[in-house]
């Protein structure tokens, strides 16, 4: 039996950074063996290319200027389910892939939008169907259940080991108010008994010069390898975005905070549920906040309290979900 094809369609970049890119593919990677997955993109990178080949079984490069949008359409048959993700695909351009009589899938976190998909996924904690304008036959997927995590972090079972680091500081893909640097600047002043990893995005800004040997600098690290730094630290610093819910599933210890409005629904659940020390807009925090956090997450029951609370709401069981989910849509 022919199996259904599935185009995903998200664009990354240094400048709009990875998070569209990453977690389309996540969701690519759970349908992979029962779905034909296609993944359609504007100018990808070497490492966009090499990560599609590992996961989708074709991939389309899109026109680079706005004629993408007509492009895309012109390729549909209507017999595909489209997955959607990014902030400029409003509900007009929903509606013109649902005439195909393609099934539509949105991948959200502004809701800013009036939605006409069959399916809407968001996965920050704690939105409810009040937040969204959709269409009465839309289905809202939220929260943790559905939460677009690689596999790495998925199947990671946490190994008690001597870890490397005593922190990871990870900022995403484009970090396009050197966070990255002003946070490297604060922990500067406090000690550590083990050197910090420093996990620098596509779009890195200069590291500082004189840091001595309490930095570690990485690149251009994929899905296994940060997995496994997260796995060889003692706690990390991470923005409120699916690298946080990527830290969950791994039970790291973190301290969390954000620098845009689409980290803030994602800040807000982890909040509520306390699975990280929330320590507020990065761009604001002082230094003795950092010195009192740092304190804080460094204590062995502060982290046992922290992978216990992620533990309780991080099942790991999203694979099975959305392969229901995405064989109902292909009834």
Known sequence: MNKRTIIFRADGSPTIGMGHFIRTLALAE????????IYATRRPTSYQINEIEKVCHERIDLPKDDSHFEYFLSLLTGNEIVVLDNYYFDTDYQHSIKAKGCKLVCIDDMHDKHYVADVVINHAEGIGHEAFSM????????????????KEFREQNQIPCKNKYSCMVMMGGADPLGITNKIIHSLQQIEFDKPIAVVNGIAKKNNP???????RFF??????EISQLMMESDFGILPASTVAIEACAVRLPFICGYFVDNQKEIYKGIKKRQLALCIGEFNYTEDSVWVSFVQQISQAKTQRILRLAQKEVLDKEMSNR???????LSC
């Open 30 to 37: 759970m349908l992979n063996k029962h779905f034909h997955c």
């Open 322 to 328: 959305y392969i229901k989910i995405f064989y109902q």
């Open 219 to 224: 690149d251009k690290l994929n899905a296994k």
């Open 135 to 150: 269409d009465s036959g839309t289905k809202l997927l939220s929260g943790y259940k559905y939460a677009l995590i690689r």
């Open 209 to 215: 010069v004189q840091v001595g040997d309490k930095f």
